[in-house]
């Protein structure tokens, strides 16, 4: 009874002194933020753990923001540099020490439309999303805080509001305008402006009058209760650019007060630029994801400048305290070898812009602009400055552009716009061949592959030569569909004459491969450098002479892990480092890996296009750096991360090279030449388009033949041309077409062909059905040979191939003394082994000892019959 009392007792006490809990006061919502939306995360995303000092890029039309992982970046509205060294950091309660931003990212998400950092620390998470401005003349970037504790987000920058080098403007100010919660940066004529703030922060700086401060200006955004942000976005807005202040202004407020709009813009401007691309299906999902990231990239560099127009720029990359951000002026020569690529991708619109945009610079003798400061409405650049016009080989590149654009879109409207200006350009070609040879001269027309160093006082370097040739032969085309037959034949005979003198001057007998230039006395420079390759891959020289470069090009010397080397380390000029002496660069590498597919290397094609690939995805997510050492898989400091020509590195050999993917629309015509790895079951490819034409493959390969199926629209009059790449010592049997036989060529190879390549031509009806039957030879597959950041060349590589009989040679470099594993395709049609050891579907291959790092070896398989 006693216990039950004081339970009873205890009881009636705990009613009596329990009090509900209160709940608190739902939170209002905090001032200045918006209502939170979805960032998708799509197909496309990159993720991996922040790399504070690695470069990102969102850009667009007329803006920019130039950044790094750790949410550092400056501004541009082209073509102002608005500020830089902008930085994040946290107070956490009432503690005055901060948290740098810095210190405490931990992850980086890069998409098109938007790149995200997440900032950890022990009591908050902020994910700090970035959106790419695409048509704006600004950008925002959104908060999602999630804290424990009130939080006081500190936002720092420098001011700059200077154009970029060489102009300058003078007196410029910056201060907070507290009704837009921004600070205004501007200058006396008020042409010039830029804002950066927020709806929801407040200014903390003083800012002297009529001048700069020499510190920092910082705003703050205070969230004293976090479950007031709790769904919602804190935006801060950047904006600027060349004009009306209120129309800055105006730009500045859309932004703050709707950045969702801009990110659904960002997102189906880069819907639309993938669904009107070509799209591809590989085996190797990070080849795929390459290529649309590299669609990304270049788009990313057409810019619309107030002054100038709207053209394409060479690259982008943060400036610090210079005047440039990376190689973002408009450059010629770049702009015609990337828009190559914009054709590859039937990125069409953006091709002609960009050929268009350089014809308005054309010098009054015919010279195209080699490149031109986006500054230049603010000076008289042509002039004042000496570089616009520098460069030789920009002009016959201009006639190689526009002759490729027409050859895939037909539009014979704009070559006829372009007319007058193309018979300009190939007169002024005309007039720097000197010594009368039929080839340009790069000590009249100026610079051609190399800008500076031993290797620039020559009289003609094999790269001009190659792109002189290429210029007649499209000059031939051109002049043609205008119906200008005089210049048509005029232009074909140059053709013929350039390219016998370009086989003959730089075929270097000695060292058995197209060497680097010649002298003014006509001796050769007997370097072996990969500007060969662009000649070679539009099919020039002779075809064994081709060969024989490219097995060279292939060896241990100068190809690497990570890409092709600009000279060999043998070379008394080489330098790892050097930018024209012993760099590699993934443009050139792109350029050997398509001459490699054109002559049907494709183990060491695949090869150079992986390392580019693997470089979209090894420093700044999306974007290819300019160059690399030649030493080590790594980067000079002062390298370009978004250059243009790097990511064609990916799309052109892809596209051409590997896919064989080409096309003649006044022609009606469709090629479709894959090498594809030993390895791969197939591919399906789309959207390709040829003129008005569109085209899907779907390409499968079995053990016993080849399946193509080819669906076409608006294709009425097109003929196909079929030429896959086969191993040495396969045998084509029959072709048919929707089951009836077809006739085929080329079954039997040249004596040093590295594959064989039967060849189809059939008339399509829309819904088509190829089929190869082939009795297969065994095939080497593609090794991989991934490299880390910072390691040395070591990988295999495959010098050639040869087919003697029944007996398939293979010549190989690798690390004396080591050993290799190559996977084969058809190990059960291998009747013996030479100089390796056959284990199932693997021959291992170990390398003798020698003298040097690398040394070389050769392997026979005997075929079965």
Known sequence: MRRSSLTLTAIVAAVLLYQPARAL??????EGTVAGFNIERGGLELARPAMPRTPFTKAGRKFALLGFESGGFEAWAYPLKLLRNFEFSFLLGASTVPIEGRDIVRFVSAQPAVTTLTYTYQSFTVKAHYLAPVDDTG???????????????????????????????????????????????SEPTRKNHGYIGSPAARGISYTPAHMLSDVPNQF???????????????????????????????????????PGAAYRRALEHFGKLRDSTLRISTPEKALDLAFEWAKVALDGLVVDNPDLGRGLVAGLGPSGTGGRPGFGWFFGTDAYLNSLSLNSLNSYGSSREALSFTRKWQRKDGKMAHELSQAAGYLRWWEDYPYGYIHGDTTPYYIVAVEDHFRMTGDLAFVKSSWPSLVKAYEWCLTTDQDGDGLMDNSKAGLGALEFGALTGIQTDVYLGAVWVRANLAMRDLADAVGDKALSKK???????????????????????????????????????????????????????GTETLARLNASDMTTDWGIRMLSVRSPLFEPLNYNYGAAWPFLTGWVAAALFEYDFVPQGHHLLMSNVRHTFDNALGTIMELFSGSQNTWPQEGVPHQGFSSTGVVLPLVRGLLGLDGDAPAREVHFRPRLPAD????????????DAVFAFDHERRDAGVVLRVRSEKAAGFKLVFAPALGLGTKVLSATLNGAPVEFTGGKPRPDAQAVQPRIEVALTGDDKLELAIAAAPEIVPPSVPAMTG?????????????????????????????????????????SVAGAALDGARINVSIPRGQGAFAGHRFTLRIRL
Do not use: H
């Open 25 to 30: 006061p739902a939170p209002q919502e905090a």
């Open 139 to 185: 950008t925002a970037i959104l908060l999602d805080v999630d804290s424990t504790e009130p939080l006081t987000v500190v936002c720092s920058f420098l001011p700059v509001l200077q154009p970029m080098w060489p102009a300058g403007i003078g007196g410029q100010y910056a201060y907070w305008d507290r009704d837009l919660k921004a600070y205004l940066i």
């Open 220 to 258: 703050k955004i205070e969230i004293a209760d976090p479950r007031s942000v709790e769904g919602r976005l804190i935006p801060i807005v950047v904006a600027g650019g060349k004009g009306s202040r209120d129309d800055v202004r105006q730009a500045y407020t859309r932004l703050a007060a709707d």
């Open 491 to 545: 232009a074909a005979d140059n053709a013929a004459r350039a390219g016998k003198t370009w086989d003959g001057r730089f075929w270097d007998a000695e060292n058995r491969q197209y060497s680097y230039a010649f002298n003014k006395d006509g001796r050769l420079v007997p370097e072996l450098t990969p500007w060969s390759a662009l000649g070679l891959a539009w099919g020039l020289g002779e075809r064994g002479r």
């Open 680 to 691: 791969w079951p197939g591919v399906s490819l789309s959207n390709w388009r040829i003129g």
């Open 791 to 831: 390691e040395s060349n070591r990988g295999l590589k495959i010098i050639r191939q040869s087919l003697d009989g029944r007996e398939l040679n293979v010549w190989v470099e690798g690390l004396s003394g080591e050993s290799y594993a190559l996977d084969v395709r058809g190990a059960d049609r291998i009747e």
